[in-house]
C-alpha cells in the first residue's frame, strides 16, 4: 500500500491494480482505487510490478509473462526469485530487480518522519536497484520507478542481482535480523530474572544505540578495555567461528530457494 500511495501520487504514472482478494480490495478501496483484471491490465502495460510474496512470484510468473507486451519490464520488489532462477523467461523482456534499505538509524528526521520504520512515506531511504535482463535504457526507466515507489529517496545504488541477494536474505535477515531477535530474547531473559521490565527495556535500547554509533563510526569514543573482553568471549560463547559462510554463493543460493520453496535451508 505504501507503494500504491506513492504510485497514485505520481503523476508520471497511470496504474492499474490487479487485486483478487477481497481484503485487498478493500484496501484499495480506501483510496478510491478498484482492482483491475489481469488480463486488461496485461494488454498494454509496459511494466509489470509483481508485489507478493517471494513463494508465490514462480507461479504467477508463469501466468503473467506469457501474456505481456514484447519490450514489456518485469518487476520484483526483492531479489530471491530472480536469483532462485524461478521467475518465467522471455527474451524480448527486460527484468528489474529493486529493494529499499529502508531509513537508517541514524538520521535526520523529526516529528512523524521520525516513526516512518519502513519509509515510503515521510523518511527518506536508499534504495537498491539491479537490471537482470535488458538494456540500460531499461535500467533508467526502472530506476526512476523505483525512485517513484520508495519516495522519498535519498540514494539509489546499483548492484547486481547476486549482490542484491548477498544484502537480503545474507546479510540483513539470515545474520541482522537473526542478531536483532536474540538482542530481544535477551532483554526478556533479563526480565525473566528478575530485572524490572521497563528498566530492561531502557537499559538495552541504550545499549543497542552506543554500540552501533561506535561499530559504524558515528562517534569517535571506542569500547573501553572491559567492553572489548567480553565482546570477545560473547563471540565465542553465542557465535560458530564458521557463521560467515553463510555468505558462499550456494549458501546464498540455497537461502533464496528457501524462501521461495518456503522451507528452512539446509
Not at 532462477?85 to 516529528?111: I, K, Q, S, W
Not at 536497484?129 to 519516495?151: F, H, I, K, P, V
Amino acid at each position: 500500500m505504501r507503494l500504491t500511495r506513492n504510485l497514485t501520487e505520481s503523476s508520471g504514472y497511470s496504474v492499474a491494480y490487479v487485486e483478487p482478494g477481497a481484503e485487498g480490495a478493500a484496501r484499495l478501496a480506501t483510496l478510491g482505487i478498484s482492482p483491475t483484471l489481469a488480463d486488461e491490465a496485461l494488454s498494454d502495460a509496459e511494466v509489470v510490478i509483481l508485489a507478493l510474496p517471494d513463494a508465490h512470484l514462480g507461479a504467477i510468473s508463469e501466468e503473467l509473462v506469457p501474456n505481456m507486451a514484447t519490450g514489456a519490464m518485469l518487476v520484483t520488489l526483492d531479489p530471491a526469485a530472480a536469483h532462485a532462477g524461478v521467475l518465467a523467461h522471455r527474451d524480448d523482456l527486460a527484468y528489474f530487480v529493486t529493494h529499499p534499505c529502508h531509513p537508517p538509524v541514524f538520521n535526520d528526521e523529526t516529528g512523524e518522519a521520525k516513526k516512518d520504520f519502513f519509509g515510503g512515506v515521510l523518511a527518506k531511504q536508499a534504495i537498491v536497484c539491479a537490471l537482470m535482463q535488458g538494456s540500460e535504457d531499461d535500467y533508467a526507466r526502472g530506476a526512476a520507478l523505483a525512485e517513484a515507489m520508495y519516495a522519498p529517496v535519498m540514494r539509489s545504488h546499483r548492484v547486481s542481482v547476486e549482490q542484491m541477494a548477498i544484502l537480503e536474505p545474507a546479510m540483513a535477515e539470515t545474520v541482522t535480523a537473526c542478531c536483532i531477535t536474540i538482542i530481544r530474547e535477551a532483554m526478556d531473559e533479563a526480565i525473566r530474572r528478575g530485572v524490572p521490565a521497563e528498566a530492561a527495556r531502557d537499559f538495552m535500547l541504550g545499549h543497542v544505540n552506543i554500540p552501533l554509533a561506535i561499530v559504524f563510526g558515528e562517534v569517535d569514543s571506542p569500547f573501553s578495555d572491559g567492553a572489548k573482553l567480553i565482546i570477545e568471549h560473547g563471540r565465542r560463547q553465542i557465535f560458530r567461528e564458521d557463521w560467515k559462510k553463510v555468505f558462499e554463493p550456494e549458501s546464498v543460493r540455497d537461502q533464496v530457494r528457501a524462501i521461495v520453496e518456503n522451507r528452512t535451508p539446509a
